[in-house]
């Protein structure tokens, strides 16, 4: 065989061969699967009867671990925010993290508005939000 017909043969192997093998075995390069998303069930806040304190919940996102910390004044969120988290790649996960905790203390709502490209981390956000307060519900 020449060395054109060679190339093109090794090309027509190695570029399936690698596709394949990044998409088949991607856990350790930032796949992810919707499925695993923690879903916010989406809390009108200002229908809870919240009791005040500092609160800390946790959610998967696009990775486990998203962990957030909920403030309550006067039976009213007044204060969220991420404390750490194991998302991947700021261009995913710094807007969400800068904006979802404001909507949803302006909102009193934990169903706000994903951010686009970062769903994952934006409804992970709602749902630590959830888990936290579920310690803070007065009966």
């Given at each position: 065989?020449?060395?054109?017909?060679?190339?093109?043969?090794?090309l027509?192997?190695?570029?399936?061969?690698?596709?394949?093998?990044?998409?088949?075995?991607?856990?350790?390069?930032?796949?992810?699967?919707?499925?695993?998303?923690s879903?916010?069930?989406?809390?009108?806040?200002?229908?809870?009867?919240?009791?005040?304190?500092?609160?800390?919940?946790?959610?998967?996102?696009?990775?486990?671990?998203?962990?957030?910390?909920?403030?309550?004044?006067?039976g009213?969120?007044?204060n969220?925010?991420?404390?750490?988290?194991?998302e991947?790649?700021?261009?995913?996960?710094?807007?969400?993290i800068?904006?979802?905790?404001r909507?949803?203390?302006?909102?009193?709502?934990?169903?706000?508005?994903?951010?686009?490209?970062?769903?994952?981390?934006?409804?992970?956000?709602?749902?630590?939000?959830?888990?936290?307060?579920?310690?803070?519900i007065?009966?």
């Amino acid at each position: 065989m020449n060395r054109k017909k060679t190339n093109k043969v090794l090309l027509a192997v190695l570029i399936p061969a690698a596709f394949f093998m990044m998409t088949s075995f991607s856990g350790g390069m930032g796949r992810h699967s919707s499925h695993n998303y923690s879903y916010p069930e989406g809390w009108n806040l200002a229908e809870l009867n919240l009791a005040d304190g500092v609160y800390q919940g946790e959610s998967t996102g696009f990775r486990e671990g998203l962990i957030v910390e909920v403030t309550v004044e006067q039976g009213e969120v007044i204060n969220v925010a991420v404390t750490d988290h194991n998302e991947v790649g700021p261009q995913f996960y710094a807007r969400p993290i800068r904006l979802v905790p404001r909507e949803i203390v302006e909102e009193q709502n934990t169903s706000v508005d994903s951010v686009t490209g970062a769903t994952a981390t934006s409804v992970a956000i709602m749902s630590a939000v959830e888990d936290a307060l579920k310690s803070a519900i007065a009966e």
